[in-house]
Nanobody, 127 residues
Framework: QVQLAETGGGLVQPGGSLRLSCQGS????????VGWFRQAPGKEREGVAC????????YYADSVKGRFTFSRDNAKNTLYLDLNSLKPDDTAVYYC????????????????????WGKGTLVNVSN
C-alpha cells in the first residue's frame, strides 16, 4: 500500500509561485494513476491534475490550465505540482493522491477521487 506525503505549501503573494512535492513510499508511483486535488475552506474538493497510468498525458482542471504544471520523477518516486500566477482563489489544502486501478480514466478520477491520499499541504495566496 503506497503512502504519500506532501511538502512545499506556504504563504505566497498573488502572482507568485510555489512548487509542491509528493513523496511516495511503500509502492512505486510509476505503477499508479496519480493526481493532485485541493479543497478550499467551505468548498468541495476539486480535482486539479491527473496523469493516467499508460497514456502519460496530463489532464488539468480548467481553473488551473496554463498556470499549473504536474510532473513526476520516477527515479525519486516523487510527484511535483508547480503553481504559477497564483490567485487568492487558489488558496486551499492541496493533496496528492494515487490509485492502482486500471479501469478508469482521469476524467473519472478527478471527479470521484482516488484510493490513496496524503495528508495535504496548505497554500495561502494573500497579501
Amino acid at each position: 500500500q503506497v503512502q504519500l506525503a506532501e511538502t512545499g505549501g506556504g504563504l505566497v503573494q498573488p502572482g507568485g509561485s510555489l512548487r509542491l512535492s509528493c513523496q511516495g513510499s511503500g509502492g512505486t508511483l510509476a505503477y499508479y494513476v496519480v493526481g493532485w486535488f485541493r479543497q478550499a475552506p467551505g468548498k468541495e474538493r476539486e480535482g486539479v491534475a491527473c496523469i493516467n497510468l499508460y497514456d502519460t498525458n496530463t489532464y488539468y482542471a480548467d481553473s488551473v490550465k496554463g498556470r499549473f504544471t504536474f510532473s513526476r520523477d520516477n527515479a525519486k518516486n516523487t510527484l511535483y505540482l508547480d503553481l504559477n500566477s497564483l490567485k487568492p482563489d487558489d488558496t486551499a489544502v492541496y493533496y496528492c493522491a494515487a490509485d492502482g486501478r486500471e479501469t478508469h480514466n482521469c476524467d473519472y478520477y478527478l471527479n470521484a477521487g482516488m484510493d490513496y491520499w496524503g495528508k495535504g499541504t496548505l497554500v495561502n495566496v494573500s497579501n
